[in-house]
């Protein structure tokens, strides 16, 4: 179906070609059926009942299609990592071990905590407080 939110699908089986004659009164109803449903209303109930129907079909489809992404992606990531394996399996002893070298570097990287940069005001009280502080230990230790 199309982008159009009204549509009406008439689907057909095509008998053998002897038996086309018949199919001229079906296609012939096609017109009447059109008039018909464009007459009929339908009442509030039915009409939420019918939308509650279209959601939750619409919903169906919106998760297999997510599954069915899911799904490529896993294959993509696993494909890719077997890629990687077999990529690694012809690579010599030597780049094998730097390479995992690296990458736990690279995991340790990872898992430290993160450090921020101190304001140049913090760096200046505190180094004033060390300041003062190493002068006052000085003066004791002259006094003692």
């Given amino acids: 179906m199309g982008p159009h939110k009204k549509t009406l699908v008439f689907k057909f089986a095509l008998p053998g070609a002897n038996y086309m004659a018949q199919m001229t009164r079906l296609v012939a109803l096609v017109p009447y059926y059109i008039d018909l449903i464009g007459r ?22 919106y998760k297999e299609l997510q599954n069915a992404r899911q799904e490529a992606l896993q294959r993509k990531k696993a494909e ?15 780049a ?14 990872k898992g430290m905590p993160k450090v921020g940069f101190l304001s140049y005001s913090r760096i200046d009280r505190s180094f004033s407080s060390f300041m003062a502080e190493w002068e006052f230990n000085s003066m004791l230790t002259e006094l003692l």
Avoid: C, D, G, P
């Fill in 40 to 61: 009929y209303k339908l009442s509030s109930q039915a009409r939420s009942k019918t939308e509650a129907a279209r959601q939750k079909v619409a919903q169906e489809v």
């Fill in 80 to 94: 890719q990592k077997k890629l990687l394996e077999e990529a690694q399996a012809k690579l010599s002893a030597e």
């Fill in 96 to 109: 094998r071990n730097k390479k995992e070298a690296k990458e736990r570097a690279r995991q340790m990287k």
